[in-house]
């Protein structure tokens, strides 16, 4: 019982090692891969001038808009 589990420990390892992982490179020219990166994952550039005032109107506005939604229709006559 014994050679046998050693025999099945000893194929088991020698297939894993056999087996190729390879992985290839991001081909640049392909359009299924794009440049990588910091900043090259999101839809806007954060190094413009303005982006800071962009970017808390944007959440202002984002956020507040539901609650002044709400409160416009509590106080709206019926």
């Known amino acids: ?3 046998a589990t050693a025999l099945r420990a000893r194929m088991a390892t ?3 090692a056999r ?3 390879s992985t290839t490179r991001a081909q640049l020219g392909s ?3 794009y440049a990588e990166g910091p ?3 999101i839809p806007f550039n954060p190094l413009t001038k303005h982006f800071f005032w962009r970017y808390w109107s944007f959440m202002t506005v984002g956020f507040g808009l539901p609650f002044g939604i709400a409160v416009w229709q ?3 006559s019926r």
């Open 39 to 41: 900043r090259s994952n």
């Open 1 to 3: 019982m014994n050679a």
């Open 74 to 76: 509590t106080y709206k």
């Open 14 to 16: 020698s297939s894993i």
């Open 31 to 33: 359009p299924y891969h």
């Open 19 to 21: 087996r190729g992982f």
